[in-house]
């Protein structure tokens, strides 16, 4: 047994080593820029190539992001369905409240709060990773050009306020048309600076506007089940499920 041990403890503390040396050697300083025209004129290229105009015009929007979490967002109305497992949250985005269901039964007091508390974590994670291309001029951001230390220009966004991380960035690497080719990160959750995720498998809704379904980068995953319309029975929903929110 203290052989056992001993081993154990032993490949432990290789697998950590390696990892910390991993982590070093991938880490990527971020980089610096000072916001300037230029670089607002590089996000308006990149919101043309997406077609944010369309985006504005998709009321209601369905994914399914890798994890069991799904979603109906009916952007206009800031309310959005989630559903994982055995739970159900009809959630109000801005004042992060609504109704929380378990097993089909209605939650209240703490328990419906912590399950909205939840919901509302999920749709901030996986809504930016479905649409984050669409929010370079959120309130709080401002965007510069910076050269990354492999040479290639991109445009840095960053974000002082929003989300559940405030103060992350992000280095958007565009083609010759302002489509995104991939992000580079810098976020509060990860210990690396600088991971790369490439936005393939472009999809266009019955709106027109884009969306990439699928991410490459230290680990990779597709989203699924995209769909975007002006109404609920392009939706194919027959009555409308936020209709006991309220307005």
């Not at 001993?6 to 070093?24: E, P, R, S, V």
């Not at 209601?60 to 994982?84: C, E, I, M, N």
């Not at 809504?127 to 709080?140: H, M, N």
């Not at 991939?182 to 936005?199: Q, R, T």
């Amino acid at each position: 047994m203290k052989k056992v041990l001993k081993w154990t403890g032993i490949a432990l503390f290789a697998l950590f080593a390696t990892l910390l040396i991993l982590g070093w050697w991938m880490n990527e300083p971020r980089p610096k820029g000072l916001p300037s025209p230029e670089a607002d004129e590089l996000a308006y290229q990149m919101l043309r190539a997406v077609d944010k105009a369309a985006w504005d015009t998709t009321r209601f929007v369905q994914w399914d992001f890798p994890g069991g979490h799904d979603y109906l967002w009916d952007k206009s109305r800031d309310r959005v369905a989630v559903t994982w497992k055995n739970n159900r949250v009809l959630l109000r985005t801005q004042s992060v409240t609504g109704k929380a269901f378990a097993d089909g039964r209605v939650l209240s007091g703490a328990a419906a709060d912590q399950l909205i508390r939840k919901a509302w974590t999920y749709f901030c994670n996986d809504s930016w990773w479905l649409i984050a291309p669409f929010k370079v001029f959120d309130p709080g951001t401002k965007r510069s050009i910076v050269t990354l230390k492999d040479g290639r220009k991109g445009l840095m966004v960053e974000y002082a306020s929003g989300g559940v991380t405030p103060g992350d960035a992000y280095v958007w690497l565009l083609d010759g048309s302002g489509l995104p080719v991939s992000y580079k990160m810098w976020v509060k959750i990860l210990p690396v600076g600088g991971l790369e995720f490439a936005w393939d498998d472009w999809q266009t809704l019955r709106t027109g506007a884009k969306i990439a379904a699928r991410r490459k980068g230290p680990w990779g995953f597709s989203i699924a089940g995209i769909r975007g319309e002006t109404n609920l029975a392009g939706m194919g929903v027959g009555e409308d499920p936020f209709a006991g929110l309220g307005e």
